[in-house]
């Protein structure tokens, strides 16, 4: 029975819309919170701006104030504050920052190209490495060789990024000088920073990959492989990798969101413009049109992200895949379970 | 027909010794078995488990689990030595003339790839077969073996194969490049009974007929007895007795071949008989059993029901979520009565899927029913809960089907015998524990009390729970197919186990 362009239809909003709504909610939950958390701190964001720039004894005329309020969007009530800044967002204004008046957006478009080449870099890095160094211990006919292998990459987890930062400037900055040590102008800038963020990032990867790679070298179906006399490679190749993968997607997607948002340390010690920095230097300066800015972008990127990886179970399993796609409508497992009999005779 | 020392063997194990590096030291799995098969002979290797049959097996293949190695002997396949042979030499031969049909067909095929590929994939390696030619080879291969509707199925992921369609794809795999030996390691172990039967027909047809020689490794004598030319019975990683069928099981020679026939529950006719047990050399044990059988004798007299446990009407259905097409509804237990008459034993017999142990599971207060109403010793308890509910599981008893999933691996043996009687508050501390190692109803030996359940045979690792859920004195047990992943002998045991139980209880 072949599903009718309908069926399709009907079973694929039937996937996708949980998802979305979850999408939907994580967003407008982010932004909440951070508006609540925002406007509980003590303290009050434009009076602080001010006397940053003027000293602690300046005073303010109340109609000077109140004219800085409604241009950064902080006047009127908490409620009219929550919807209004809500409103905008989702057109894209997120609002002006206090600390340099620039347009909060323009700002975070800027730096985000920056970040994204440093996280994008560090993940594949840190994934191909960690892929790499368990295929070797895979691969490896001697258990000492393995054991050796399976120790290193916790190393990359210990090391705190801005001491391997360091270790990495002084020697290929300064000693070598291969990489510029600082700053984004030189597209060869984001390979230090990229290395720095792939130890930690790819030593987490590879504890999750690598548990799993070498629980499926004990299992049966590899065991099946063997059996076929298939070589080594392509058994990690062809079978295990695949399977492998199935839990690491997972940590993949928490190791997305920790990138897009944790490379705070990295941008510090490389002094590179990007969205960590941004967020230090809006945090310091109590710009909250910034730190709101940045939250909510952050948990975007984060959210699509892992929209992304549910979509992406489907395409590497086919027990989680849309029934819709196969030929057969889902009855199998029912049908395995009932009717073996029927079926073996 | 096989005799030992005949020149035109095909394999000629001699003299094998096989070893597990342990942590706690080594463990000799094979000691010295020597034997041969002749081209185109079924031979079966009979033994219960951790007899070492499933590491020779292994070994044939070359491929031993972590730490285990084959010390000395030689393995001589058509006049060519498996063990010294290099690796590429080796990879010629397996999967091309030696198969392997492995023992667990839910986990033995690559979840994530087409069954026709994964036989395919062995076609292109040994045959050098192309692509298009490999494929059609596959599905030819999968028809053979008996898979209906061969093509569609090829293109299908193993997850919507029964299991016993998923052992014929292994069947298919092992017989893809016309090999002259496969082995088969339990083959059937994990499945019905009634697919059983049609798994080894096929199996059987497929040596017949291209005169492949087959090691059929199981711990069912009647099997061995229905399909062997010769048969090896071993123990403790030696062969103690082989010969043909007849001799074997006609006249066994070796006292534990003795044993293995009489437990072989298809080979014998004789009942299982209850047996008196005795607390003797333990006081406590003995005072305890006395008290819990006057007391149980003293309410089964004071109440007049006859039934035990009387269940009306049960239905229970599941909803199976689909990703498409909304949810399916499954009727497992369709209006099901029965009664259990007091201090009987009462059998539900159905193949997989039949529901037996839902209903089990209903009447135990596990599964909640859609309806109907269970009457437990007179009472009403289709809707008790809370601490009502709490207090009739001390009533009733469960023995699970799967000794190695239903104990908590992390607790010690000990520990798992008395935390039922931890959670009723039975004794104090040290009587538990006397209670945990006091002299038990059944005849196993643990290895070690404090050590945990996975260092335990089957046989004793389910026995172990059981026995303080008796110690806890309840009324009613269920056994939800206890005995299916053992050996002939340790079920034997087991059930003698549980008679031994209902004897001094009842």
Known sequence: MAPTPRDRLAASVRYLGPKLVQFAFVIWATYTVTFLLIHFLPGDPVLAALSLKGGDATTTDPAELAALRAQYGLDGSLWQQYVGHFVSALRGDLGVSIATGQPVADMVARALPNTAAVAVLALVLGVVTAVVITFLAFVSPWRWLRQTLLQIPPLGAATPAFLSGLVLVSVFSFGLGWFPSSGSRSPLGVVLPAITLALPVGAIFFQVFSAAVLDARKGPYVFTAVAKSLGTGTIFLRHVLRNSLLPSVTILGLLIGYLAGGTAVVETVFSRDGIGRITVDAVLARDTNVIQGVVLVVALVYSVVNLLVDLSYGLIDPRTRLALVGRRAGSARVAAARDTAVVES | ?506
């Open chain 2, 1 to 506: 027909m096989t005799r030992p020392d005949t020149g035109d063997a095909l394999l000629r194990v001699t003299d094998l010794h096989i070893d597990y590096d342990t942590r706690s030291g080594i463990t000799r799995a094979v000691r010295g078995v020597g034997f041969t098969v002749a081209p185109g002979a079924i031979v079966a290797v009979v033994g219960e488990s951790g007899s070492g049959k499933s590491t020779i097996s292994q070994a044939l293949v070359r491929r031993l689990p972590d730490g285990g190695r084959i010390v000395s002997g030689s393995i001589s396949f058509d006049g060519r030595d498996l063990v010294t042979m290099p690796d590429r030499a080796l990879r010629r031969i397996r999967g091309a003339d030696i198969g392997f049909v492995p023992q667990d067909p839910s986990n033995s095929l690559n979840p994530l790839m087409k069954v026709g590929e994964q036989i395919a994939e062995s076609l292109r390696l040994h045959r050098g077969l192309n692509r298009a030619d490999a494929a059609a080879a596959a599905v030819r291969i999968l028809d053979e073996v008996g898979i209906p509707d061969a093509a569609s199925r090829a293109g299908q992921y193993p997850h919507k194969l029964s299991g016993g369609m998923r052992q014929r794809v292994l069947i298919g795999v092992a017989w893809s490049c016309s090999p002259r030996l496969v082995i088969a390691d339990e083959p059937t172990s994990a499945l019905d009974v009634t697919v059983q039967r049609h798994v080894l027909d096929r199996l059987e047809t497929l040596a017949r007929d291209q005169g492949t020689a087959v090691i059929l490794v199981t711990h069912d004598l009647a099997i061995a007895a229905d399909r062997a030319d010769q048969i090896l019975v071993m123990q403790a990683g030696r062969i103690v007795e082989q010969g043909t069928p007849a001799d074997v099981l006609g006249a066994p020679s070796h006292p534990y071949t003795r044993e293995l026939v009489a437990a072989a529950p298809g080979l014998t006719s004789g009942r299982l008989a209850p047996r008196p047990a005795s607390a003797q050399g333990d006081a406590y044990a003995a005072a305890a059993r006395s008290r819990l059988t006057l007391a149980f004798r003293a309410s089964a007299t004071a109440t007049s029901v006859p039934d035990i446990l009387a269940v009306d009407d049960l239905t229970k259905t599941y909803s199976l979520r689909q990703p498409a097409g909304g949810a399916k509804t499954l009727t497992a237990v369709d209006a099901v009565s029965f009664a259990v008459p007091r201090g009987s034993t009462f059998a539900i017999v159905g193949e997989s899927g039949s529901g037996k142990t839902t209903t089990a599971r209903i009447a135990a207060r596990i599964v909640t029913p859609d309806s109907g109403r269970i009457r437990f010793d007179g009472q009403d308890i289709s809707s008790v809960a809370g601490e009502e509910l709490r207090q009739l599981r001390r009533r009733i008893q469960v023995v699970y089907q799967n000794p190695f999933g239903s104990l908590d691996p992390t607790m010690s043996v000990e520990r798992l015998v008395d935390e039922p009687l931890r959670a009723f508050k039975v004794g104090n501390r040290s009587q538990r524990a006397r209670c945990g190692s006091c002299s038990p109803p059944c005849a196993s030996t643990p290895p070690s009390w404090t050590a945990g359940p996975r260092s335990s045979p089957a046989g004793s690792a389910s026995a172990s729970p059981s026995r303080g859920r008796w110690h806890s004195a309840p009324s009613c047990w269920f056994w939800t197919s206890p005995c299916r992943p053992w050996t002939c002998r340790c079920r034997s045991r087991s059930c003698n186990c549980s008679w031994t139980c209902r004897w001094s209880s009842a």
